[in-house]
């Protein structure tokens, strides 16, 4: 796939997970919204130097990670830790994505529950099993 079509792909992405998880959101009396798409280097930069990341090479840089906010309905309150993550997660995985809640990204130290990025070969394998799927009915 060409940067064009990756980044499509990874739109398309975004737009199931959030036709899955607002409904799951208005069900569980909180709201969600997108935070962060693409980032400048020198925002990484900063947040590397401020401890709020852990790496100079993250997918938002290509513009292929996104960060859900969970909000309180008053909002008053950030949720970091709310149970919409894991649904979010068990999503995002299913289609072929990465999550920052992901036991590899805690073994690691890395949790990022958050965060939900493009993976290219599980993006890939997912496509083909549906592609598979389309042909046999």
Known sequence: ??????????T??????LVYIIPEAE????LVYVKEVER?????LKFKMDGK????KS?????LAIDLVVISLDSR???????????AGAFWISIGGEWGGEDHWIEKKHEDRPHFQY??????????????ARKKT
Not at 12 to 17: A, P, R, V, Y
Not at 53 to 56: G, I, R, S, V
Not at 77 to 87: C, G, N, Q, S, V
Not at 119 to 132: P, Q, S, V
Request: net charge positive.
């Open 12 to 17: 398309k992405m975004i737009s199931g997970l």
């Open 119 to 132: 993976n290219k070969k599980r993006r890939e394998i997912y496509l083909k099993e549906l592609r598979d």
């Open 77 to 87: 309150h950030a949720l970091w830790r709310h149970e919409i993550f894991d649904l």
């Open 40 to 44: 400048h280097p020198c925002t990484q």
């Open 59 to 63: 997918f938002h840089l290509k513009g």
């Open 27 to 30: 069900r569980l009396g909180v």
């Open 53 to 56: 990341a852990w790496t100079l």
């Open 1 to 10: 796939m060409t940067k064009s079509e990756t980044r499509a792909d990874f």
